[in-house]
C-alpha cells in the first residue's frame, strides 16, 4: 500500500510541515485546513489508492496532483487571513447589525400600525394625526438604516447598492407626494417605485448572503432561498388583494414574511456577536 492516495512519497514533500500533515493516508485523508480532493474521492469511490481505479488515467485531479499541497497550504492561508479578517470587525459589525435588526423592526411595527388603523385609535388621535406620526417613524428609521447600510458597505458593495435605492425609494415617494393631482406622473412613479424597492430588497438579502458565507453557509443559502421569496411574495399578495379581495391573507402572508426576514437579521448578528467574543472567553463560557 503507498503512503499516500495519489502514490506520492510524503517524505519528499516540502511542505509537510508547513501544514502539519500526518499524511493523507495515515490522517485519514481527512481536512488539514483544506481538503485534498484526491483523497475525498478515493474515500468516497472505496479506493486505497488511485492505483485501483480504472479512471485513473484520464483523471484531471490526479494529473494535478503536483499541485495538491500548495493549494491547501493557500486555502490554509487564505482561511486564517478570513478569520483575522472576522474576529477584526466582528465587535462593530455585531453592533452595527443589531442596530440595523431594532431599527428594521420597529419601523415594521409602525407600518403594520399604519396599514391597520383606519380609525382612532383610542387615544383621541384622529386618523391623519395617527398617519402623520407613523410617517416620520417609518422615515426616521429609513434614514437610519441607510447610514447603517452604508457602514456595512465596506464588508459588501450590495449594501451600498441597497442604500443607494433606499434613498432613491424615499425620494421618488416624496415627489409623488407632492404631485398627487398628476395622474400620469403618479402611475409613472409608482412603477419607478416598484421597481426600485424590488431592487432594493434583491440587493440587501444579495448582501446578508454574502457577509454570512463562510461564517454560516447554511445561514448564507437561506439569504439565498429568501431573495427569491422576497420579490415573488409581494407580487402574489398584491394580486391577492387587488383581484381576488383576499386583503387580509396577503396581509397576514406579508407580516410572516418580514417576521423571517427579522429573524435572519437577527441569526446573522448572532454569528458576529459569537465571532467578537474571544476565544478565551468562549472556553470559559
Known sequence: MTETYCGKSCAECTLKEALSCPGC????GR??????????????????SCQSCTLKENCRVVRNKEAVPEEVLRQRQARQAFEE??????????????????????????????????????????LVLLNTITSVVIGGFAILNIIILLLMAAESRQFAKTAALFAAVIVTIVIALL????????????????????LMLWFECSGFMEITAGLSDSLSDLWRKFRKWRILLPLICAFASSLLNLSLISGIANLVVNIFYLLLIRDAYSIYRSCAVPPREKAKG
Open 25 to 28: 493516508q495515515q490522517g485519514l
Open 31 to 48: 481536512k488539514y485546513h483544506g481538503e485534498c480532493a484526491i483523497a475525498g474521492c478515493c474515500r468516497e469511490k472505496g479506493h486505497a
Open 85 to 126: 479578517h472576522i474576529r477584526k470587525i466582528a465587535p462593530r459589525f455585531s453592533i452595527l447589525l443589531l442596530i440595523y435588526f431594532w431599527s428594521t423592526a420597529l419601523s415594521t411595527g409602525a407600518s403594520v400600525l399604519q396599514q391597520i388603523f383606519e380609525s382612532p385609535i383610542g387615544l383621541g388621535l384622529p
Open 179 to 198: 404631485n398627487v393631482g398628476n395622474p400620469d406622473l403618479s402611475l409613472l412613479l409608482l412603477i419607478a417605485l416598484a421597481v426600485l424597492i424590488y
